[in-house]
């Protein structure tokens, strides 16, 4: 069973910075994209950062180009979420996810709120 489990969120001053962990379980972590999504109060679902299984693809929405940083620990199992220059826009429910032989597996989430 697949088990990912989100840390690191909590409230900071815009302009401030916040790491993001996600630890996985039960697949074969090296092989497979992960993302971290969020999902802000009323809103849809959406997709903020990807990392391809080796760490040498990434990819961010425009939003978080230059402040956002995925990487990810293929001997440990995780994959982080770095966020820099917080905005007060960036306050959401943030979820790691992957795409585990056909079937979606997300996060508990962790809450990052940005202000003042």
């Known amino acids: 069973q697949v088990h990912l489990v989100e840390s690191g969120g909590g409230v900071v001053q815009p302009g401030g910075s916040l790491r993001l962990s996600c630890a996985t379980s039960g697949m074969n972590f090296r092989l497979y994209t992960m993302d971290w999504y969020r999902q802000a109060p009323g809103e849809q679902r959406d997709l903020v950062a990807s990392?391809?299984?080796?760490?040498?693809?990434?990819n961010y929405t425009d939003s978080v180009k230059g402040r956002f940083t995925i990487s990810r620990d293929n001997v440990w199992n995780r994959v982080f979420l770095q966020m820099n220059s917080l905005k007060v826009e960036d306050t959401a429910v943030y979820y790691c996810?992957?795409?585990?032989?056909?079937?979606?597996?997300w996060g508990q989430g962790t809450q990052v709120t940005v202000s003042s």
């Open positions: 996810h992957t795409r585990y032989r056909a079937a979606d597996y």
């Open positions: 990392i391809s299984g080796g760490g040498g693809t990434t």
